[in-house]
């Protein structure tokens, strides 16, 4: 399998091993879409880490995961409905390296343990029909704040102009001119979930699957210096850019030349999975590496070859100026690589597919 497709990881040995240890040890067959996606994209070191707490008669590892809301990280992504993200004044940026994963598991697990489930967690339904989500705030999730709305408007137009100069005013995907969107990699509405303590904290979340230090690049990418920054930016098409806000397709960085210039990337169409409330936590997922696009309702085309974009198309960035310019940053290309293809496996991405395609309205972009 292709060291760099969508579904790299899902054949090793190690980790099916490790995931029909965790079905053992959770007495279950069943777990959330949720659980399933993540524990299948997870770092294979983590999941070991993971087995081996699990396994622990003391630990609370087993009850956190049964409990945890994990569905909150796609939630929060994508900005579908219970996100649990909050307009509170956030807390001060933790020091590098204060995850405090265990502890921080550890108090999840025993709000669970002890109320029964996670606090502010809505009870789970049966299999269903899943409800429409609110357009506007899904379609502008990543998109830059509006203008004329203060400092945080200067710093989005300053921003948005940076991307564009290094973007060429083309979608870097399709290389279309105007109309063109300035699409945030990590999501401006996310801007403020800095905190990284307990409950259903976004951060702690996914440091039960990624490693501190994945976990760490990725949060240190973002943090302090925000989001209205060009490394956090790109320009789209208005097409490209609801596909991509509705995780229909991942962007895999693959190298980055040595002077910062140029960074080559592979553009994968993501298949769409239906939301159940339980999953065979063994069952093998699939995420094909050879799709032309996404059945007949999404496609895409290069408009200087005019040939069709398909799964493991190579896309490049380039900037002439490193320094005033940079390329996106590689830790975020990595993030939205990730949780884009838990969104699309878990099925929170499709839960609102509909809802942005009756949408004839403009996406949000500058």
């Known amino acids: ?77 994508l900005q579908l409905p219970g996100g649990g993200t909050s307009s509170k004044k956030p807390s001060p940026t933790p020091k590098p390296g204060s995850l405090g994963r265990e502890a921080a ?17 809505p009870a789970v339904q049966a299999p269903q029909t899943p409800p429409r989500a609110a357009k506007r705030p899904r379609l502008q999730s990543r998109s830059p704040s509006p203008l004329g709305s203060g400092s945080n408007a200067s710093c989005s137009q300053s921003a948005a102009r940076d991307c564009k100069k290094r973007d060429g005013s083309r979608c870097t995907i399709t290389k279309a001119y105007h109309p063109i969107d300035v699409a945030h990699i990590y999501p401006y509405s996310m801007r403020n979930t800095m905190e990284r303590g307990p409950g259903r904290n976004f951060w702690n979340l996914l440091s039960y699957f990624w490693t501190e230090e994945h976990v760490n690049s990725w949060y240190e990418s973002v943090f302090p210096r925000g989001t209205e920054v060009v490394e956090n930016l790109l320009c789209l098409a208005p097409q490209m850019h609801r596909y991509y806000v509705n995780s229909l397709f991942a962007l895999k960085p693959i190298h980055i030349s040595d002077d910062k210039k140029r960074l080559l990337a592979k553009f994968y169409w993501l298949t769409s999975h239906q939301k159940f409330d339980s999953v065979d936590i063994s069952t093998v997922p699939t995420l094909p590496s050879n799709l032309t696009g996404r059945g007949d309702m999404h496609k895409a085309w290069n408009i200087v070859t005019e040939k069709k974009i398909i799964s493991g198309d190579e896309i490049v960035f380039e900037t002439s100026d490193p320094e005033n310019l940079p390329l996106p940053d590689w830790n975020l290309l990595d993030m939205q690589w990730t949780l884009q293809r838990v969104a699309a496996l878990s099925g929170a991405a499709d839960m609102l597919l509909d809802d942005s395609e009756d949408d004839d309205s403009d996406d949000g972009g500058i």
């Open 1 to 77: 399998m292709d060291e760099h497709c969508p579904g790299c990881g899902f054949d090793e040995e190690e980790r099916v091993r490790l995931i029909a240890k965790m079905r053992e040890l959770l007495q279950t067959a069943s777990t959330s879409s949720a659980l399933w996606a993540c524990l299948w994209l997870s770092d294979l070191h983590r999941l070991e880490q993971l087995v081996a707490d699990a396994s622990s008669p003391s630990s609370k590892t087993l009850d956190a995961l049964s409990f945890a809301p994990f569905d909150s990280i796609t939630n929060q992504w």
């Open 105 to 121: 598991m550890n108090r999840i697990a025993l709000t669970a343990s002890s109320t029964g489930a996670v606090a502010d967690e």
